[in-house]
């Protein structure tokens, strides 16, 4: 099973006017890489997590009007869905790929998770490559680079994803669709793998606050 990467015809379907039509477009050109992507990366974040864990293509089921800006696959333990627990994603944007770690607002964790995370919060801010990006909302495609971001900063981030309801956290890569490494698809899995392998702890922190829930 091989990946050929992305193409620019594949962030140009972001661009397709209609949610039908644009929707078509993802079904026949993306999702199937996505798919392959799914198939691939499985295994190798099973190893890096010591959970079997599961793909999930985004299928973008309850849209009626407006078409979806990004695609994605997700990973988690769970083989019957994937937002409710910590999980891990790849998906693009009209401007990019992103590779990343993600509890989004549905965790029933998240409380527990920005506790376990502000325990731990000097390790894992030092943890953090400078090049990767933090998100608080999976629905944006813009993030913070880890380097532009204080520990001041990081702290607030914990404490609003404890409070308020809609919060979320979400740290890895973003590729901008010029990077020539995303034609290239064996040097991208292996970039794939070793983001998720520097995204470990963040899964590791999960289980801990899962257990403390």
């Excluded at 972001?14 to 992507?37: C, H, N, V, W, Y």
């Excluded at 979320?168 to 392998?197: N, P, S, V, W």
Aim: proline letters at 5%.
């Amino acid at each position: 099973m091989d990946f050929s990467g992305f193409s620019p015809e594949d962030f140009d379907v972001f661009t397709i006017d209609g949610l039908d039509e644009r929707m078509s477009a993802i079904k026949s050109q993306i999702r199937p890489k996505l798919e392959t992507l799914g198939k691939l990366m499985s295994p190798a974040l099973t190893a890096i997590t010591g959970d079997d864990m599961y793909p999930h293509v985004a299928k973008h089921a309850r849209r009626t009007v407006n078409p979806p800006d990004d695609t994605w696959v997700a990973f988690s333990h769970n083989a019957r869905g994937y937002k409710k627990y910590p999980h891990f994603q790849i998906g693009l944007w009209n401007t990019h790929v992103f590779a990343r770690f993600a509890i989004i607002y549905e965790a029933p964790i998240k409380a527990s998770y920005a506790r376990t995370l502000e325990q731990h919060a000097n390790d894992v801010y030092g943890q953090i490559p400078n090049d990767f990006v933090w998100s608080t909302d999976y629905t944006k495609p813009d993030a913070v680079m880890h380097r532009d971001l204080s520990i001041e900063d990081f702290h607030a981030m914990l404490d609003r994803l404890a409070n308020v309801k809609k919060a979320e956290i979400l740290c890895g890569i973003h590729i901008a669709r010029t990077d020539d490494i995303l034609e290239k698809g064996d040097q991208l899995l292996k970039k794939f793998e070793q983001t998720f392998k520097t995204l470990a702890p963040l899964y590791e922190y999960a289980k801990e606050a899962a257990a403390a829930s």
